[in-house]
T-cell receptor, first 112, second 114 residues
Framework: DQQVKQNSPSLSVQEGRISILNCDYTNSMFDYFLWYKKYPAEGPTFLISISSIKDKNEDGRFTVFLNKSAKHLSLHIVPSQPGDSAVYFCAADLFGNEKLTFGTGTRLTIIP | NAGVMQNPRHLVRRRGQEARLRCSPMKGHSHVYWYRQLPEEGLKFMVYLQKENIIDESGMPKERFSAEFPKEGPSILRIQQVVRGDSAAYFC????????????FGDGTRLSIL
């Protein structure tokens, strides 16, 4: 039962343009969401999070949007840079549960 | 380096041997989590520990796998009598465990079973 889904295995974006990565979830009890970036042979690096009381959180070039009614969140990266090329995972949790459920990841490639 | 430290980075075992994976949490973090990633899949939760306590082991296989986080020293994930299907990347994460705090990950141990 895949409770967190990233339906696009890969995405290519021109340098300087906006990258939009999408994530859907099925468990309406999830109330805390995170995005991680992962390079090969390294661990996931935390990027940004959002709790269900908000619909948007912004940190520099990264913005996460949450649509609770659609059970959908997205990560916007603008402007995209070559160093953003990596696999991006979204993850979800019940507040205080401390047990992240991950999607399968989207490989983002930034084209110079 | 104040990050989450995992060792070894790579571990090769023959079927039937034991594998021990170690994790030292980030400074100031008292909560440790273990995840497993199979090829082309996302990370799957295995176990959540605090010092000397297992909080949630709902993701641990019922047999051969165990975890501990002693009062002193790193957290250990132990796999007894390894089989080929145990080949995976095992990631450890830590946090302050205060709710709404992100988990920070180590670079993982890649376990290969011959």
């Amino acid at each position: 039962d895949q409770q967190v889904k990233q339906n696009s295995p890969s995405l290519s974006v021109q340098e300087g343009r906006i990258s939009i990565l999408n994530c859907d979830y099925t468990n309406s009890m999830f109330d805390y969401f995170l995005w991680y970036k992962k390079y090969p042979a390294e661990g996931p690096t935390f990027l940004i999070s959002i709790s269900s009381i908000k619909d948007k959180n912004e940190d520099g070039r990264f913005t996460v949007f949450l649509n609770k009614s659609a059970k959908h969140l997205s990560l916007h990266i603008v402007p995209s840079q070559p160093g953003d090329s990596a696999v991006y995972f979204c993850a979800a949790d019940l507040f205080g549960n401390e047990k992240l459920t991950f999607g399968t990841g989207t490989r983002l490639t930034i084209i110079p | 380096n104040a990050g989450v430290m995992q060792n070894p980075r790579h571990l090769v075992r023959r079927r039937g041997q034991e594998a021990r994976l170690r994790c030292s949490p980030m400074k100031g973090h008292s909560h440790v989590y273990w995840y497993r990633q199979l090829p082309e899949e996302g990370l799957k939760f295995m176990v959540y520990l605090q010092k000397e306590n297992i909080i949630d082991e709902s993701g641990m296989p019922k047999e051969r796998f165990s975890a501990e986080f002693p009062k002193e020293g790193p957290s250990i994930l132990r796999i007894q009598q390894v089989v080929r299907g145990d080949s995976a990347a095992y990631f450890c994460a830590s946090s302050r465990g205060q709710g709404g705090q992100p988990q920070h990950f180590g670079d993982g141990t890649r376990l290969s079973i011959l």
